[in-house]
């Protein structure tokens, strides 16, 4: 059967490239077809009608034609343009971490709206937090969710109940955790060839609750201490770049705003 010229989708932008004088690629994640690059003719002139409707982290309704290398935006409208989340660089960061997980663990065309579900709860999530004096939101727990629930939805979620390497229960005692294992490890086993790190209990009992938790939306106001605070962190950031082969350029600026 052959397919319609043009077609719908409603997506989030993830990331965008200048192209020519005047035109911008797109790079979208939508729940119909999964994550789409299309071409937006003119986007880039004042007068254009597409002019901002494809800064990253907005959520858009298209129409797209098809064509033979890159299909094209017919019409755009801008359903959410997160402007709480676009409001200060700390949350755009963060925002921005999101932005690059979607893109990182999607493949071209291939559909999950859960994985759009999720980006866009964060980001109203992280809108909805406000940014304290030092740069740093009240919490980062919302991406240690969505980094954990975007690694489960891709098949990556990391093993947090049972030893990766010999099965047994994990006790209530020092840990280790290991990415490139696929988890967390009892005290008695060290695998080859893979970076091996301690897991304290307070840790893993923090990660429990966030692979436990419903949704983003449900998540307790914890007060943990800064330092397992830190290694909840390095924990979630470790393991993704391991899925991702590669380092987070958001978390650089993630980083960064901590100290503006």
């Known amino acids: 059967m052959t397919q319609p010229r043009t077609y719908r989708a409603v997506g ?34 004042l007068t254009s009608k597409l002019m901002g409707h494809f800064e990253p982290l907005t959520l858009v309704r298209l129409s797209i034609a098809r064509g033979r290398t890159l299909d094209t935006v017919a019409e ?29 663990f999607s493949a ?4 999950n709206p859960l994985v759009l579900d999720l980006a866009l709860q964060t980001l109203r999530v992280i809108g909805s937090q ?21 690694l489960n939805l891709s098949g990556f979620m990391p093993e947090l109940f049972q030893c990766v390497e010999c099965g047994a229960e994990l006790e209530p005692e020092l840990h280790r955790y ?3 294992a696929g988890g ?4 008695d086993c060290i695998p080859d060839d893979v970076a091996v790190r301690p897991l304290s209990l307070d840790a893993l009992k923090v990660l429990r609750l966030l692979h436990r938790t ?16 830190a290694e909840v962190s ?27």
């Open 12 to 45: 989030l932008t993830l990331r965008k490239s200048p192209v020519g004088e005047a035109d911008i690629i797109s790079s979208l994640y939508t729940r119909e077809h999964g994550k789409l690059d299309v071409l937006a003719r003119g986007a880039r002139r």
């Open 130 to 150: 406000p940014a304290v004096g030092d740069g740093e939101l009240s919490s980062d727990l919302p991406l240690r969710y969505f980094d954990l629930r975007i």
């Open 214 to 229: 419903g949704s983003v939306d449900q998540l307790p106001n914890l007060n943990m201490p800064a330092t397992v605070h």
């Open 76 to 104: 755009a409208e801008v359903v959410n343009a997160f402007p709480d989340v676009k409001s200060d660089y700390a949350s755009v960061a963060r925002g921005l971490h999101v932005a690059e997980l979607v893109d990182g």
């Open 178 to 180: 290991a990415a490139g």
């Open 234 to 260: 390095a924990l979630c950031t470790e393991t993704v770049q391991y899925w991702l082969d590669r380092q987070l350029r958001s978390q650089a600026f993630i980083d960064a705003t901590k100290f503006a």
């Open 108 to 111: 071209s065309s291939s559909s």
């Open 184 to 187: 967390a490890l009892c005290s």
